[in-house]
Protein backbone atom coordinates (compact mmCIF):
# COMPACT_ATOMS: atom_id res chain seq x y z
CA UNK A 1 0.00 0.00 0.00
CA UNK A 2 2.83 2.47 0.63
CA UNK A 3 4.02 1.54 -2.50
CA UNK A 4 1.43 2.15 -4.26
CA UNK A 5 1.01 5.11 -2.85
CA UNK A 6 4.42 6.57 -3.41
CA UNK A 7 3.88 6.13 -6.67
CA UNK A 8 0.67 7.96 -7.25
CA UNK A 9 2.20 10.52 -5.54
CA UNK A 10 4.78 10.78 -7.73
CA UNK A 11 2.45 10.94 -10.61
CA UNK A 12 -0.18 12.98 -9.00
CA UNK A 13 -2.29 15.62 -11.04
CA UNK A 14 -5.37 17.74 -10.11
CA UNK A 15 -8.33 17.51 -12.90
CA UNK A 16 -8.32 20.96 -14.81
CA UNK A 17 -11.16 23.06 -14.43
CA UNK A 18 -11.48 23.40 -18.15
CA UNK A 19 -12.18 19.33 -18.69
CA UNK A 20 -14.73 18.55 -16.02
CA UNK A 21 -14.22 15.54 -15.48
CA UNK A 22 -15.53 13.01 -13.56
CA UNK A 23 -12.77 10.81 -11.90
CA UNK A 24 -11.77 8.55 -9.67
CA UNK A 25 -11.07 8.61 -6.17
CA UNK A 26 -9.25 6.77 -3.82
CA UNK A 27 -9.03 7.19 -0.20
CA UNK A 28 -5.80 5.99 1.05
CA UNK A 29 -4.94 4.95 4.78
CA UNK A 30 -3.07 7.80 5.74
CA UNK A 31 -5.53 10.21 5.32
CA UNK A 32 -4.77 11.08 1.23
CA UNK A 33 -6.73 11.09 -1.68
CA UNK A 34 -6.20 10.34 -5.11
CA UNK A 35 -7.95 10.67 -7.86
CA UNK A 36 -7.64 9.67 -11.76
CA UNK A 37 -9.71 11.75 -14.46
CA UNK A 38 -9.58 13.07 -18.22
CA UNK A 39 -10.88 13.26 -21.38
CA UNK A 40 -10.25 11.93 -25.11
CA UNK A 41 -11.07 14.21 -27.83
CA UNK A 42 -11.79 13.07 -31.65
CA UNK A 43 -12.72 15.93 -34.24
CA UNK A 44 -13.39 15.22 -38.35
CA UNK A 45 -11.89 18.68 -39.47
CA UNK A 46 -12.62 20.12 -43.34
CA UNK A 47 -10.45 23.15 -43.82
CA UNK A 48 -10.80 25.22 -47.02
CA UNK A 49 -8.62 27.85 -47.49
CA UNK A 50 -9.66 30.59 -50.14
CA UNK A 51 -8.31 30.35 -53.44
CA UNK A 52 -6.41 27.33 -51.83
CA UNK A 53 -6.19 23.84 -51.00
CA UNK A 54 -9.34 21.77 -49.50
CA UNK A 55 -8.27 19.24 -46.77
CA UNK A 56 -9.88 16.70 -44.49
CA UNK A 57 -8.42 15.44 -40.95
CA UNK A 58 -8.66 13.62 -37.95
CA UNK A 59 -7.40 14.85 -35.20
CA UNK A 60 -8.06 16.36 -31.65
CA UNK A 61 -9.62 19.89 -31.16
CA UNK A 62 -9.02 22.64 -28.85
CA UNK A 63 -8.10 21.03 -25.76
CA UNK A 64 -5.76 17.55 -25.60
CA UNK A 65 -6.44 14.52 -24.03
CA UNK A 66 -5.77 14.19 -20.54
CA UNK A 67 -5.06 11.89 -18.89
CA UNK A 68 -4.61 13.31 -15.10
CA UNK A 69 -4.01 11.93 -11.47
CA UNK A 70 -4.53 14.34 -8.07
CA UNK A 71 -3.01 13.96 -4.82
CA UNK A 72 -4.41 15.75 -1.77
CA UNK A 73 -4.30 15.73 1.91
CA UNK A 74 -4.21 18.04 4.89
CA UNK A 75 -1.01 17.93 7.80
CA UNK A 76 -0.23 20.39 10.02
CA UNK A 77 -4.01 22.49 9.53
CA UNK A 78 -2.71 22.65 5.58
CA UNK A 79 -4.40 21.55 2.70
CA UNK A 80 -1.81 20.21 0.22
CA UNK A 81 -1.55 19.05 -3.06
CA UNK A 82 0.23 17.84 -5.80
CA UNK A 83 -0.85 17.71 -9.30
CA UNK A 84 1.05 16.13 -12.88
CA UNK A 85 -0.70 15.72 -15.92
CA UNK A 86 0.01 14.52 -18.99
CA UNK A 87 -2.01 15.91 -22.46
CA UNK A 88 -1.69 14.32 -26.01
CA UNK A 89 -2.92 14.80 -29.77
CA UNK A 90 -4.40 11.88 -31.77
CA UNK A 91 -3.15 12.90 -34.99
CA UNK A 92 0.25 12.25 -37.06
CA UNK A 93 1.76 15.36 -37.70
CA UNK A 94 2.46 16.80 -41.10
CA UNK A 95 0.20 14.59 -42.69
CA UNK A 96 2.85 11.33 -42.31
CA UNK A 97 1.05 7.81 -42.85
CA UNK A 98 3.07 6.04 -40.60
CA UNK A 99 4.51 8.27 -36.79
CA UNK A 100 5.28 5.90 -34.44
CA UNK A 101 4.03 8.16 -31.61
CA UNK A 102 2.02 11.55 -31.20
CA UNK A 103 2.43 14.99 -29.43
CA UNK A 104 2.77 14.47 -25.86
CA UNK A 105 2.44 17.71 -23.80
CA UNK A 106 3.25 17.95 -19.74
CA UNK A 107 0.91 21.35 -18.93
CA UNK A 108 0.31 21.50 -15.59
CA UNK A 109 3.18 19.93 -12.93
CA UNK A 110 2.47 21.85 -9.52
CA UNK A 111 1.77 22.27 -5.71
CA UNK A 112 -0.67 23.61 -3.81
CA UNK A 113 -1.00 25.03 -0.04
CA UNK A 114 -4.05 25.80 1.24
CA UNK A 115 -4.23 27.90 4.33
CA UNK A 116 -7.53 28.46 6.84
CA UNK A 117 -10.19 30.33 5.55
CA UNK A 118 -9.35 29.10 1.57
CA UNK A 119 -6.57 31.21 0.46
CA UNK A 120 -3.68 29.42 -1.35
CA UNK A 121 -0.36 29.53 -2.76
CA UNK A 122 0.37 27.46 -6.11
CA UNK A 123 3.60 26.89 -7.25
CA UNK A 124 4.53 25.12 -10.24
CA UNK A 125 3.57 25.37 -13.94
CA UNK A 126 -0.30 26.14 -14.31
CA UNK A 127 -2.25 28.46 -17.15
CA UNK A 128 -1.43 32.08 -16.37
CA UNK A 129 -3.28 34.56 -14.90
CA UNK A 130 -3.42 37.02 -18.12
CA UNK A 131 -6.40 36.53 -20.63
CA UNK A 132 -6.84 33.33 -18.16
CA UNK A 133 -10.88 33.97 -17.83
CA UNK A 134 -11.08 34.97 -21.35
CA UNK A 135 -10.34 31.39 -22.61
CA UNK A 136 -11.83 29.24 -20.18
CA UNK A 137 -15.33 31.09 -21.05
CA UNK A 138 -14.96 30.73 -24.57
CA UNK A 139 -17.38 28.15 -25.98
CA UNK A 140 -14.48 26.93 -28.80
CA UNK A 141 -12.32 25.38 -25.21
CA UNK A 142 -14.58 22.31 -25.98
CA UNK A 143 -14.36 22.45 -29.84
CA UNK A 144 -11.90 23.25 -32.77
CA UNK A 145 -12.59 26.88 -33.38
CA UNK A 146 -9.59 28.11 -35.74
CA UNK A 147 -7.39 25.26 -37.29
CA UNK A 148 -4.12 26.91 -37.09
CA UNK A 149 -1.15 24.66 -39.37
CA UNK A 150 -4.12 22.29 -40.26
CA UNK A 151 -1.41 19.49 -40.70
CA UNK A 152 0.31 20.19 -37.16
CA UNK A 153 0.85 17.81 -34.33
CA UNK A 154 -0.45 20.13 -31.45
CA UNK A 155 -4.19 21.33 -30.78
CA UNK A 156 -6.49 23.95 -32.75
CA UNK A 157 -6.01 27.28 -31.64
CA UNK A 158 -10.14 27.60 -31.07
CA UNK A 159 -10.34 31.53 -30.73
CA UNK A 160 -6.91 32.32 -29.49
CA UNK A 161 -5.44 34.74 -31.37
CA UNK A 162 -9.24 35.61 -32.87
CA UNK A 163 -9.84 37.58 -30.13
CA UNK A 164 -7.51 37.18 -26.76
CA UNK A 165 -3.70 35.87 -26.48
CA UNK A 166 -2.87 32.71 -25.41
CA UNK A 167 -2.66 32.63 -21.10
CA UNK A 168 0.05 29.66 -21.51
CA UNK A 169 1.28 27.23 -18.99
CA UNK A 170 4.24 28.57 -17.78
CA UNK A 171 6.01 28.41 -14.08
CA UNK A 172 4.97 30.30 -11.64
CA UNK A 173 4.37 30.99 -7.79
CA UNK A 174 1.12 32.22 -7.23
CA UNK A 175 -0.89 33.42 -4.18
CA UNK A 176 -4.94 33.69 -4.55
CA UNK A 177 -7.33 34.13 -2.00
CA UNK A 178 -10.58 32.42 -0.81
CA UNK A 179 -12.33 30.63 -4.01
CA UNK A 180 -15.69 30.23 -2.40
CA UNK A 181 -16.08 34.35 -1.86
CA UNK A 182 -17.77 36.56 -3.83
CA UNK A 183 -14.66 38.55 -5.00
CA UNK A 184 -11.14 36.72 -5.43
CA UNK A 185 -7.89 37.91 -6.51
CA UNK A 186 -4.61 36.24 -7.73
CA UNK A 187 -1.54 37.71 -8.03
CA UNK A 188 1.65 35.75 -9.42
CA UNK A 189 5.20 35.97 -10.39
CA UNK A 190 6.01 34.06 -13.56
CA UNK A 191 9.32 32.65 -15.36
CA UNK A 192 10.28 35.81 -17.91
CA UNK A 193 10.06 35.48 -21.51
CA UNK A 194 13.35 35.68 -24.12
CA UNK A 195 11.78 38.77 -26.72
CA UNK A 196 14.00 38.48 -29.52
CA UNK A 197 17.14 40.60 -28.78
CA UNK A 198 15.88 40.99 -24.81
CA UNK A 199 17.45 38.42 -23.06
CA UNK A 200 18.36 39.77 -19.92
CA UNK A 201 15.21 39.11 -17.53
CA UNK A 202 16.40 40.13 -13.95
CA UNK A 203 13.15 39.83 -12.45
CA UNK A 204 9.79 37.63 -13.23
CA UNK A 205 6.95 38.74 -15.06
CA UNK A 206 3.95 40.00 -12.88
CA UNK A 207 0.90 38.31 -13.57
CA UNK A 208 -2.66 39.63 -11.60
CA UNK A 209 -6.49 38.78 -11.91
CA UNK A 210 -9.60 39.93 -9.78
CA UNK A 211 -12.65 38.08 -10.48
CA UNK A 212 -16.21 39.03 -8.95
CA UNK A 213 -19.20 37.29 -9.03
CA UNK A 214 -22.53 37.76 -7.33
CA UNK A 215 -24.68 35.85 -4.90
CA UNK A 216 -27.53 33.97 -6.36
CA UNK A 217 -30.60 33.73 -4.61
CA UNK A 218 -34.02 31.63 -4.45
CA UNK A 219 -35.60 34.44 -6.00
CA UNK A 220 -32.89 34.90 -8.30
CA UNK A 221 -31.00 32.33 -10.07
CA UNK A 222 -29.36 34.79 -12.52
CA UNK A 223 -25.32 34.58 -12.35
CA UNK A 224 -22.93 36.86 -13.59
CA UNK A 225 -19.60 37.59 -13.25
CA UNK A 226 -16.64 40.24 -13.93
CA UNK A 227 -12.80 39.78 -14.55
CA UNK A 228 -9.81 42.10 -14.69
CA UNK A 229 -6.50 41.23 -15.24
CA UNK A 230 -3.14 42.40 -15.81
CA UNK A 231 0.46 41.20 -17.02
CA UNK A 232 3.91 43.32 -16.48
CA UNK A 233 7.66 42.40 -17.69
CA UNK A 234 10.75 43.99 -18.49
CA UNK A 235 13.39 42.46 -20.70
CA UNK A 236 17.03 43.90 -21.81
CA UNK A 237 19.04 43.54 -24.42
CA UNK A 238 22.34 43.12 -22.82
CA UNK A 239 24.43 43.91 -26.37
CA UNK A 240 25.18 47.14 -28.15
CA UNK A 241 22.44 49.74 -27.23
CA UNK A 242 21.30 48.66 -23.53
CA UNK A 243 17.87 49.17 -24.30
CA UNK A 244 14.67 47.92 -22.40
CA UNK A 245 10.95 46.44 -23.25
CA UNK A 246 8.54 46.81 -20.90
CA UNK A 247 5.64 44.73 -21.49
CA UNK A 248 2.17 45.88 -20.10
CA UNK A 249 -1.12 44.53 -21.05
CA UNK A 250 -4.38 44.40 -19.57
CA UNK A 251 -7.53 43.04 -19.78
CA UNK A 252 -11.51 43.02 -19.03
CA UNK A 253 -14.85 40.78 -19.05
CA UNK A 254 -18.17 39.97 -18.23
CA UNK A 255 -20.22 36.70 -17.89
CA UNK A 256 -24.12 37.02 -17.38
CA UNK A 257 -26.49 33.93 -17.46
CA UNK A 258 -29.81 34.42 -17.55
CA UNK A 259 -31.55 31.36 -17.56
CA UNK A 260 -30.80 29.53 -20.84
CA UNK A 261 -29.28 32.48 -22.14
CA UNK A 262 -25.58 33.37 -21.58
CA UNK A 263 -23.37 36.19 -23.37
CA UNK A 264 -19.56 36.80 -22.87
CA UNK A 265 -17.38 40.15 -24.04
CA UNK A 266 -14.37 40.31 -23.17
CA UNK A 267 -11.20 42.93 -24.57
CA UNK A 268 -7.66 43.35 -24.32
CA UNK A 269 -5.10 45.76 -25.04
CA UNK A 270 -1.44 46.37 -24.47
CA UNK A 271 2.09 47.55 -25.84
CA UNK A 272 4.85 44.67 -26.37
CA UNK A 273 2.79 41.57 -25.38
CA UNK A 274 2.61 40.35 -28.61
CA UNK A 275 0.11 38.51 -30.36
CA UNK A 276 -1.76 35.13 -30.77
CA UNK A 277 0.68 33.04 -28.45
CA UNK A 278 2.13 35.74 -26.63
CA UNK A 279 5.51 37.36 -26.02
CA UNK A 280 7.81 37.07 -28.65
CA UNK A 281 9.57 38.30 -31.37
CA UNK A 282 6.59 39.82 -32.76
CA UNK A 283 6.26 41.94 -29.66
CA UNK A 284 8.27 44.78 -30.45
CA UNK A 285 9.31 47.07 -33.78
CA UNK A 286 12.06 44.70 -35.58
CA UNK A 287 14.04 48.35 -36.79
CA UNK A 288 14.78 51.51 -35.10
CA UNK A 289 14.42 51.64 -31.27
CA UNK A 290 12.70 48.46 -31.11
CA UNK A 291 9.74 49.55 -29.36
CA UNK A 292 6.75 47.44 -28.00
CA UNK A 293 4.02 47.10 -30.53
CA UNK A 294 0.67 47.62 -29.88
CA UNK A 295 -2.05 45.03 -29.60
CA UNK A 296 -5.91 44.40 -28.70
CA UNK A 297 -8.68 42.91 -29.58
CA UNK A 298 -11.72 41.25 -28.03
CA UNK A 299 -14.45 38.58 -28.18
CA UNK A 300 -19.05 38.26 -28.30
CA UNK A 301 -20.26 35.34 -27.87
CA UNK A 302 -24.01 34.22 -27.20
CA UNK A 303 -25.14 30.91 -26.38
CA UNK A 304 -28.84 29.81 -25.73
CA UNK A 305 -29.42 26.37 -23.98
CA UNK A 306 -32.46 24.27 -25.98
CA UNK A 307 -33.73 21.90 -23.18
CA UNK A 308 -31.54 20.13 -20.93
CA UNK A 309 -28.89 18.19 -23.69
CA UNK A 310 -28.41 20.88 -26.43
CA UNK A 311 -26.46 24.40 -26.57
CA UNK A 312 -26.57 26.60 -29.80
CA UNK A 313 -23.70 29.12 -29.86
CA UNK A 314 -22.34 32.01 -31.93
CA UNK A 315 -19.58 34.20 -31.30
CA UNK A 316 -17.21 36.99 -33.15
CA UNK A 317 -13.60 38.23 -32.27
CA UNK A 318 -10.60 40.14 -33.55
CA UNK A 319 -7.34 40.59 -32.45
CA UNK A 320 -4.60 43.35 -33.76
CA UNK A 321 -1.35 44.16 -33.71
CA UNK A 322 -0.25 47.37 -34.67
CA UNK A 323 3.51 48.89 -35.79
CA UNK A 324 5.39 50.49 -33.50
CA UNK A 325 5.68 54.01 -33.39
CA UNK A 326 9.58 53.75 -33.82
CA UNK A 327 9.62 56.57 -36.09
CA UNK A 328 10.81 54.51 -39.24
CA UNK A 329 7.49 52.74 -40.23
CA UNK A 330 7.68 49.60 -37.95
CA UNK A 331 7.84 46.31 -40.10
CA UNK A 332 4.52 46.32 -42.28
CA UNK A 333 4.97 42.45 -42.50
CA UNK A 334 3.99 41.99 -38.42
CA UNK A 335 0.84 44.10 -38.41
CA UNK A 336 -1.89 42.01 -38.58
CA UNK A 337 -5.73 41.79 -37.76
CA UNK A 338 -6.98 38.28 -37.53
CA UNK A 339 -11.41 37.94 -37.34
CA UNK A 340 -13.82 35.14 -36.73
CA UNK A 341 -17.05 34.21 -36.57
CA UNK A 342 -18.12 30.55 -35.21
CA UNK A 343 -21.40 28.93 -35.07
CA UNK A 344 -21.61 25.90 -33.07
CA UNK A 345 -24.26 22.96 -31.51
CA UNK A 346 -23.19 21.23 -28.20
CA UNK A 347 -24.91 17.98 -27.25
CA UNK A 348 -24.43 16.37 -23.99
CA UNK A 349 -25.33 12.86 -24.85
CA UNK A 350 -24.75 11.75 -21.86
CA UNK A 351 -23.19 12.79 -18.06
CA UNK A 352 -19.73 12.27 -19.93
CA UNK A 353 -20.32 12.52 -23.40
CA UNK A 354 -20.45 15.64 -25.44
CA UNK A 355 -20.94 15.54 -29.44
CA UNK A 356 -20.16 19.22 -31.21
CA UNK A 357 -20.30 20.47 -34.58
CA UNK A 358 -19.26 23.63 -35.57
CA UNK A 359 -18.29 25.78 -38.62
CA UNK A 360 -16.03 29.15 -38.72
CA UNK A 361 -15.02 31.61 -41.08
CA UNK A 362 -11.76 32.90 -40.84
CA UNK A 363 -10.35 36.62 -42.48
CA UNK A 364 -6.77 36.66 -41.70
CA UNK A 365 -4.86 39.74 -42.21
CA UNK A 366 -1.56 38.26 -41.53
CA UNK A 367 1.32 37.10 -44.65
CA UNK A 368 1.00 33.45 -45.15
CA UNK A 369 -1.71 33.05 -43.53
CA UNK A 370 -5.01 32.62 -46.38
CA UNK A 371 -8.68 33.26 -45.29
CA UNK A 372 -10.06 29.84 -44.59
CA UNK A 373 -13.08 27.95 -43.65
CA UNK A 374 -13.56 25.62 -40.67
CA UNK A 375 -16.13 22.78 -40.87
CA UNK A 376 -15.61 19.82 -37.69
CA UNK A 377 -17.37 17.37 -35.94
CA UNK A 378 -16.76 15.39 -33.13
CA UNK A 379 -16.81 13.59 -29.71
CA UNK A 380 -15.63 14.87 -26.30
CA UNK A 381 -15.46 12.09 -23.53
CA UNK A 382 -14.80 12.75 -19.88
CA UNK A 383 -13.91 10.45 -17.52
Do not use: C
Not at 250 to 276: E, M, P
Amino acid sequence: MKRLALLLLVAAFVVPRMAQAQGLTMQMSNGWKFTFAGNVNVFWVYTSDENGPSNSYIRTGLLPAFATFAATGKEAGLDLGVHVGFGNQIQNANGAHDQFGTQIDLRQVFLTIGFKGGSQILAGRELGLFQRQNILNDMTLFGVGAVGNPQGGGTTLGRIGYGYIYPNFNAQITVSSAANKQVQWSIGAFQPSVVGRFTETAIPRLEAELVWRNRTTARSTNKFMVWVGGEWQTAKDPVGTDTTLSSIGVTAGVRADLSDLSVVVSAYTGKGIGHVLGLGTNSHSAVGNREGRPSDGGYAQVTYKMGAKTTLGASYGLSRLKGADDGVGGDPTLVAELQMFTGGIYYQWTRSLKVVGEISRERNDLAGTPNRTDVSGGFMLFF
